[in-house]
Every structure is written in structure tokens, then in C-alpha cells.
């Protein structure tokens, strides 16, 4: 148990900054249970390594040098990240032939990582800050020192091409943790199955206990499992950079050790908790990475949760062992896929098996044995039934937790494992009860049906905005890009984030890709009941929500942007006008058409563009603000020009490519 404190405390000062409130009040109670259970001494220790890692955590490496030597500690398609002495550096570099373990030289200009991340898609830069990378270098050239005689990437190519491109995608997931696209892997990442069959590693200890059994038929039990972690040692090899590998092969390693060397006096508790010490002390970003925490804590949770139900028959046991390290991971579900699933839980026990021998027929190919039609057969009734499960899967759509739910969540959580432990059941089915009728609440659309809201949504180089009045739904264009399907990485996360189930009325202003692009994915992967573009449906009205486009006009010149809606409507005493891409000439056809528009918050055409937005036109409307979306771009957007308009007329400037998603939100009883 003294281990585990230790750990805790490691672990908590390093990610103490990280989420400061949780992880403060985290500690306070662990060293008052620490003063409860040990001496002063051990108390002090707890401290003192909690203190010393919280100052750690402050440090951040950034030394200016000419040239840039040091070992490739991952490599990627079209990044490597360097350990260059004790610093670690972000490389842009595409199609690269860089190989974990060379060692290189750098030249280049050395600045903070710069990554433009667009609404609810995957911010890379926070995910290498959480790996204790800050900087990037933009390189100029690179010499090979060392090259790793042993080229990992291309053996692992060349394995994955004996299967079709679909058994490509999921084995490359399985085995190698590689973001690998197709059919079967999407429809894991919809049935939240993706970590299941990435990061469990689950299927490296059935391969073990297997190739134990063999060759236990002919070497003593101790050789025999010697034998079978140095026959798995090639896949190792290509793996062990995963966190989950290293982390199941210390582990084997460290109880082979307990049981020969010290005959089993380390019990399996302080084996975890040394272990991730170990892991700490080498890495303390890893206390910031989804894939430590997991790892290290459900196999510790499981070991608290098996002392609570020591005495349950086995079968009972096992479910309620089962639903409780759900209940653990229910926090972490919704923040990778902004949901849940009920039948999360049954989709994991199924899939479990099928993916540990998908997993052992495939490690048997790479080590040389041809089951490669074996593996495409399974690989493919796996995705039929992926496909199968998909069509019943119900979900709820939910936020991340705030850091203070996760701190209540967590902490109801522990007390109710410790009150079934000291067999205080009537006091833990209570809470236990709370707990479960404060989830609900915050699972509900209740908030929904009593507010309203406008969000110009952060969509990059492009314009979406979302209305909702209470449970009615608008979305003004859709936004889209030519790298990256902007409807699956940004609008229906955001959706799902705002417990929005289905979508009233999808409107694009005009055809162009960065208003409309994303259209046809939103239609395919979210429930759209009607689409309208064409100026002959307005005035629109939706449950006391009116929207009147202002451009009727017919240009004579027939451009693209000529056509753009403009669109008006009143939410909550508030005036929006959306302008589209409606250049100066509309603007002037508006303003002789029409006397007074009422206008309080104004989006601003063509991203800012000088092709739109006069000062008259800003004279005309006295906007209170001004929303400008935009993104990274090589127009110029927004224009100098446009934003010396807004300044001399008072306007508040709001730009997504600053701020994110602008959201305007209002109580409506």
C-alpha cells in the first residue's frame, strides 16, 4: 500500500497544473488517509515527492542551437519527434525515411509547435504537450549519423500488404496501433471499440499464456515462460514504443522475477505500483496521457474492487467487476466520442475474444507462418458483424465532464468501493443511488428545453452557424475543406457536445466548397430532416424562429457570391445578420431596398474579405459586434481594410481563428 502512495504521489504533482482544483484536493485527502495509515515519516515522503515533481512539472526545455543532434524516439509518416539531450522536438517532415532509433543531425529554426485546430477536432498540440513536447524545428537538412539497421516501418508495410486494403486497416490497428483508415475500423471507432483493440494489449498475454502452454508440454513451467516472451521478442520489437506493450512486458517480466527470485512476497498492488514508478521516474509526461492513466489505474481499481467482492461467488463476481470498471472508464468514453453507449459493456465482452484471436492468427503470420487467408476470412465476418452491432447501437450524447464533475464523479466513486469493502452496503447503495440520478440529470437534454443559442462555429477557412431556440435546430452552411472531412472531425462532435440528436433545417447561403462542402457527409453520418438553398423558401419560420433573407436581387454579372443568402432573424431580443460571401454590390442593392434592418451582431462577409463589408454598409447596420470566421489562409483574410472599418465604427471584432467558436447564449423560459 506504501507503493501506491508513492506513485499517487508522483503522479499527482506532475499533473497537478494540468487540472489544478481536481488534483489539489485529490492529494489533500491522499495524505490525510496517508496520516491515518502511516508514520509522520512516510507522510513527509509524500510530500517531499509530490513537491519535487509539482517544480518539475514548471520546467519546460527550450536551448537555441546552431545544430540539432540527438536519437529518433518515434517516427510517423509525416513527423519524427528527436530527444535531443533530455529536450524532445516536434519535425515537420513529410514522406520521410527517418526510423525510430537513428541518430541525426538537424539544422533549422527552432519555434513554438503551431497547429490550427478547428472546433472538437484532435488538438495535436495539446496532445504533445502532454508528451512534454513544445517546440518544433522547421528543418533545413538532416545527416544520418546512425541508421537503425533494423527498418521498422517498412517490414511493418510490407506484413500489412498480404492482407486486403479492409483486414489491412484493422490489423494495422490491432498489432501496431496504426491510425490505418477503412470500413472495420470505422465502424470500431463508432462502437467505441478502438482502444478496446489498440491499447488494452489484452491479446499479448493470451498469446503468452498460449505459447506457455506449449512449451510447457516440454520445459519446466520457468523456462517455459522465459521461451515464450523471447519468442514474441520480434513483434516486441515493433511495438515497444506503444505504452501498452512495455507496460505488459514489465509487468510479466517483474512477476516472473517476484515468483522465482522472491517466491511471490510482492503482492500483484505493489508490482503495478513499482512498475508505474518505474515508468515515472524515466517519464513523468506520461502521468498526462490517457493511455498511463488507463493502463495503471483500472488494473489497480480491479484490485480494490476484487478485495470489495472477495467473498461474491465467482459468476457475480465477475459482473459486478465488470460493470464497476465500466462505471471507472464512463468519463473517459465521453471524452474521446462525446457519448456513451449503453451497450458499450456488451460490445467490449463480445468483441474481447474476436479480437484476441484476430490478434493470435495475425501474430502468427508475422512470425513466418502463412495464415493470411485465415486472417482476411476473420477479419471479414469481424466486419460484417461490426456492421451488424452498429445498426442496434443506441447512444446518448454528452459533454466531457468539467474538471469539477470529474473530481465528484471520481471521488463517489472511491467512496462507494470503500464503504462495500468495510461492508457498509446501505450507505453505499445511497450514494451509489445520488450518484446515479446526478448522472442522468447531467445526461439529459434539460437545459435544452430552456435556453436558446447562435454559435459560429470554428470550422477553419469557412463559415457554420448553428441556431437552436429550446429543442428547434438551424445550421447555416456547413463549412468544408479539401484535407479533412469537416462534418466527422468538427460539426457532429459539436452537436453531439450540445446534446443535439437531429438537425431541423440545414441552409447553405451559396455553393461554394468552404460553405457547403461538409453538406453530404453531415446528410450521410447525422439525422438532417430538411435542406434548403434557394431563396424561394423564405421567410423560413421554425417554432417562433423567423429567418428572411435580404438578397433577392438577380446579379446581371451571375458570379458565385453575387447569389449568397443573407439572412436575418431575431433570438432573444438579440438581431443576427449573416452576411455569406455578399460582396460590396449586394450590400448596396440591401441598403436601397430597404430603409432599417435590425442588426446587433453582424457576420461579416467573405471571412473579412475587402471584396465585402463598406463603411457605409457598417454605417447602414451599427452592428454592436462583428464576427469574423475565418482560418489559416492565403487570401489574406480578413482584410486590413475591413478591420480598420470595424475599429472606426466602434464595432466589437470576435474571429474564430482567435477565439475559437464564438456562442452567444440566452435563457428563454
Given at each position: 500500500?506504501?507503493?501506491?502512495?508513492?506513485?499517487?504521489?508522483?503522479?499527482?504533482?506532475f499533473s497537478?497544473?494540468?487540472?489544478?482544483?481536481?488534483?489539489?484536493?485529490?492529494?489533500?485527502?491522499?495524505?490525510i488517509?496517508?496520516?491515518?495509515?502511516?508514520?509522520?515519516?512516510?507522510?513527509?515522503?509524500?510530500?517531499?515527492?509530490?513537491?519535487?515533481?509539482?517544480?518539475?512539472?514548471?520546467?519546460k526545455?527550450?536551448?537555441?542551437?546552431?545544430?540539432?543532434?540527438?536519437?529518433?524516439?518515434e517516427?510517423?509518416?509525416?513527423?519524427?519527434?528527436?530527444?535531443?539531450r533530455?529536450?524532445?522536438?516536434?519535425?515537420?517532415?513529410?514522406?520521410?525515411?527517418?526510423?525510430?532509433?537513428?541518430?541525426?543531425?538537424v539544422?533549422?529554426t527552432?519555434?513554438?509547435?503551431?497547429?490550427?485546430?478547428?472546433?472538437s477536432?484532435?488538438?495535436?498540440?495539446?496532445?504533445?504537450?502532454?508528451?512534454?513536447?513544445?517546440?518544433?524545428?522547421?528543418v533545413?537538412?538532416?545527416?544520418?549519423?546512425?541508421?537503425?539497421?533494423?527498418?521498422?516501418?517498412?517490414?511493418?508495410?510490407?506484413?500489412l500488404?498480404?492482407?486486403?486494403?479492409?483486414?489491412?486497416s484493422?490489423?494495422?490497428?490491432?498489432?501496431?496501433?496504426?491510425?490505418?483508415?477503412?470500413?472495420?475500423?470505422?465502424?470500431?471507432?463508432?462502437?467505441?471499440?478502438?482502444r478496446?483493440?489498440?491499447?488494452?494489449?489484452?491479446?499479448?498475454?493470451?498469446?503468452?499464456?498460449?505459447?506457455?502452454?506449449?512449451?510447457?508440454?516440454?520445459?519446466?513451467?520457468?523456462?517455459?515462460?522465459?521461451?515464450?516472451?523471447?519468442?514474441?521478442?520480434?513483434?516486441?520489437?515493433?511495438?515497444f514504443?506503444?505504452?501498452?506493450?512495455?507496460?505488459?512486458?514489465?509487468?510479466?517480466?517483474?512477476?516472473?522475477?517476484?515468483?522465482?527470485?522472491?517466491?511471490?512476497?510482492?503482492?500483484?498492488?505493489?508490482?503495478?505500483?513499482?512498475?508505474?514508478?518505474?515508468?515515472?521516474?524515466?517519464?513523468?509526461?506520461?502521468?498526462?496521457?490517457?493511455?498511463?492513466?488507463?493502463?495503471?489505474?483500472i488494473?489497480?481499481?480491479?484490485?480494490?474492487?476484487?478485495?470489495?467482492?472477495?467473498?461474491?461467488?465467482?459468476?457475480?463476481?465477475?459482473?459486478?467487476?465488470?460493470?464497476?470498471?465500466?462505471?471507472?472508464?464512463?468519463?473517459?468514453?465521453?471524452?474521446?466520442?462525446?457519448e456513451?453507449?449503453?451497450?458499450s459493456?456488451?460490445?467490449?465482452?463480445?468483441?474481447?475474444?474476436?479480437?484476441?484471436?484476430?490478434?493470435?492468427?495475425s501474430?502468427?503470420?508475422?512470425?513466418?507462418?502463412?495464415?493470411?487467408?485465415?486472417?482476411?476470412?476473420?477479419?471479414?465476418?469481424?466486419?460484417?458483424?461490426?456492421?451488424?452491432?452498429?445498426?442496434?447501437?443506441?447512444?446518448?450524447?454528452?459533454?466531457?465532464?468539467?474538471?469539477?464533475?470529474?473530481?465528484?464523479?471520481?471521488?463517489?466513486?472511491?467512496?462507494?468501493?470503500?464503504?462495500?469493502?468495510?461492508?457498509?452496503?446501505?450507505?453505499?447503495?445511497?450514494?451509489?443511488?445520488?450518484s446515479?440520478?446526478?448522472?442522468?440529470?447531467?445526461?439529459?437534454?434539460?437545459?435544452?428545453?430552456?435556453?436558446?443559442?447562435?454559435?459560429?462555429?470554428?470550422?477553419?477557412?469557412?463559415?457554420?452557424?448553428?441556431?437552436?431556440?429550446?429543442?428547434?435546430?438551424?445550421?447555416?452552411?456547413?463549412?468544408?475543406?479539401?484535407?479533412?472531412?469537416?462534418?466527422?472531425?468538427?460539426?457532429?462532435p459539436?452537436?453531439?457536445?450540445?446534446?443535439?440528436?437531429?438537425i431541423?433545417?440545414?441552409?447553405?447561403?451559396?455553393?461554394?466548397?468552404?460553405?457547403?462542402?461538409?453538406?453530404?457527409?453531415?446528410?450521410?453520418?447525422?439525422?438532417?430532416?430538411?435542406?434548403?438553398?434557394?431563396?424561394?423558401?423564405?421567410?423560413?419560420?421554425?417554432?417562433?424562429?423567423?429567418?428572411?433573407?435580404?438578397?433577392?436581387?438577380?446579379?446581371?454579372?451571375?458570379?458565385?457570391?453575387?447569389?449568397?443568402?443573407?439572412?436575418?432573424?431575431?433570438l432573444?431580443?438579440?438581431?443576427?445578420?449573416?452576411?455569406?460571401?455578399?460582396?460590396?454590390?449586394?450590400?448596396?442593392?440591401?441598403?436601397k431596398e430597404?430603409?432599417?434592418?435590425?442588426?446587433?451582431?453582424?457576420?461579416?462577409?467573405?471571412?473579412?474579405?475587402?471584396?465585402?463589408?463598406?463603411?457605409?454598409?457598417?454605417?447602414?447596420?451599427?452592428?454592436?459586434?462583428?464576427?469574423?470566421?475565418?482560418?489559416?489562409?492565403?487570401?489574406?483574410?480578413?482584410?486590413?481594410?475591413?478591420?480598420?472599418?470595424?475599429?472606426?465604427?466602434?464595432?466589437?471584432?470576435?474571429?474564430?481563428?482567435?477565439?475559437?467558436t464564438?456562442?452567444?447564449?440566452?435563457?428563454?423560459?
Open positions: 500500500m506504501k507503493l501506491l502512495f508513492l506513485f499517487l504521489s508522483i503522479f499527482l504533482g497537478l497544473f494540468s487540472s489544478p482544483i481536481g488534483f489539489g484536493i485529490t492529494f489533500v485527502i491522499l495524505i488517509c496517508s496520516i491515518k495509515r502511516f508514520k509522520a515519516k512516510f507522510t513527509i515522503l509524500c510530500l517531499l515527492l509530490f513537491t519535487v515533481f509539482t517544480l518539475l512539472s514548471l520546467i526545455l527550450n536551448v537555441i542551437r546552431d545544430c540539432y543532434q540527438g536519437v529518433v524516439i517516427a510517423k509518416e509525416n513527423y519524427a519527434i528527436l530527444l535531443c533530455f529536450e524532445r522536438i516536434y519535425l515537420p517532415i513529410k514522406e520521410n525515411n527517418i526510423e525510430i532509433g537513428d541518430i541525426i543531425n539544422t533549422g527552432k519555434s513554438d509547435l503551431n497547429f490550427i485546430t478547428i472546433q477536432q484532435f488538438d495535436f498540440s495539446h496532445y504533445l504537450n502532454n508528451k512534454g513536447i513544445f517546440n518544433q524545428l522547421n533545413d537538412t538532416i545527416n544520418t549519423i546512425f541508421k537503425n539497421p533494423i527498418r521498422l516501418k517498412q517490414i511493418r508495410m510490407d506484413f500488404n498480404h492482407f486486403d486494403e479492409n483486414t489491412k484493422l490489423i494495422g490497428s490491432i498489432l501496431f496501433s496504426e491510425g490505418e483508415t477503412g470500413e472495420a475500423t470505422e465502424l470500431m471507432s463508432q462502437l467505441h471499440l478502438s478496446l483493440a489498440t491499447v488494452s494489449g489484452v491479446y499479448i498475454y493470451a498469446f503468452l499464456k498460449m505459447l506457455n502452454g506449449l512449451y510447457s508440454r516440454k520445459f519446466s513451467e520457468k523456462n517455459s515462460k522465459i521461451l515464450a516472451l523471447i519468442t514474441l521478442s520480434p513483434y516486441l520489437i515493433f511495438t514504443n506503444k505504452l501498452s506493450i512495455k507496460r505488459i512486458v514489465f509487468l510479466y517480466i517483474f512477476r516472473l522475477i517476484n515468483e522465482y527470485k522472491f517466491n511471490k512476497k510482492i503482492d500483484n498492488l505493489s508490482i503495478i505500483s513499482i512498475i508505474a514508478i518505474i515508468f515515472l521516474l524515466l517519464d513523468p509526461y506520461l502521468s498526462r496521457q490517457d493511455s498511463f492513466i488507463l493502463g495503471f489505474f488494473p489497480i481499481v480491479s484490485h480494490f474492487i476484487n478485495q470489495a467482492f472477495r467473498k461474491k461467488k465467482k459468476t457475480k463476481k465477475y459482473i459486478l467487476s465488470s460493470l464497476l470498471i465500466y462505471v471507472f472508464y464512463i468519463p473517459f468514453e465521453i471524452k474521446f466520442f462525446n456513451i453507449s449503453p451497450l459493456i456488451v460490445f467490449q465482452t463480445i468483441y474481447s475474444p474476436i479480437f484476441i484471436l484476430l490478434a493470435l492468427f501474430l502468427l503470420c508475422f512470425i513466418k507462418i502463412p495464415l493470411y487467408p485465415v486472417v482476411n476470412t476473420l477479419a471479414k465476418g469481424c466486419t460484417n458483424l461490426l456492421g451488424w452491432c452498429n445498426k442496434i447501437n443506441p447512444k446518448l450524447f454528452i459533454p466531457p465532464f468539467p474538471d469539477w464533475l470529474t473530481l465528484i464523479y471520481y471521488l463517489l466513486f472511491a467512496l462507494c468501493l470503500v464503504l462495500i469493502t468495510i461492508k457498509l452496503l446501505p450507505i453505499s447503495r445511497f450514494i451509489f443511488v445520488i446515479i440520478c446526478l448522472s442522468i440529470i447531467y445526461v439529459l437534454p434539460i437545459q435544452n428545453f430552456v435556453t436558446a443559442e447562435v454559435d459560429f462555429i470554428n470550422v477553419g477557412q469557412g463559415d457554420s452557424c448553428l441556431i437552436r431556440y429550446k429543442t428547434t435546430t438551424i445550421l447555416i452552411d456547413t463549412g468544408g475543406s479539401l484535407y479533412l472531412d469537416v462534418a466527422k472531425d468538427s460539426l457532429i459539436y452537436l453531439k457536445s450540445k446534446r443535439i440528436y437531429n431541423d433545417c440545414v441552409i447553405t447561403t451559396h455553393d461554394d466548397n468552404d460553405h457547403k462542402g461538409a453538406l453530404e457527409s453531415l446528410c450521410s453520418n447525422f439525422n438532417v430532416k430538411e435542406y434548403i438553398n434557394d431563396i424561394g423558401n423564405f421567410p423560413l419560420s421554425f417554432n417562433n424562429l423567423t429567418l428572411i433573407n435580404y438578397n433577392n436581387f438577380v446579379s446581371e454579372w451571375k458570379e458565385e457570391n453575387d447569389t449568397s443568402l443573407v439572412i436575418g432573424f431575431a432573444c431580443d438579440t438581431n443576427f445578420l449573416i452576411m455569406g460571401d455578399a460582396p460590396k454590390k449586394i450590400e448596396n442593392l440591401i441598403m430597404f430603409d432599417y434592418i435590425p442588426c446587433d451582431v453582424l457576420k461579416i462577409g467573405h471571412h473579412g474579405s475587402n471584396t465585402s463589408t463598406s463603411d457605409k454598409f457598417i454605417k447602414y447596420l451599427k452592428p454592436q459586434d462583428a464576427v469574423i470566421s475565418v482560418g489559416k489562409n492565403k487570401y489574406g483574410h480578413p482584410d486590413s481594410s475591413v478591420i480598420g472599418i470595424l475599429k472606426n465604427n466602434n464595432v466589437t471584432i470576435k474571429r474564430t481563428d482567435k477565439i475559437g464564438i456562442i452567444y447564449s440566452y435563457y428563454c423560459f
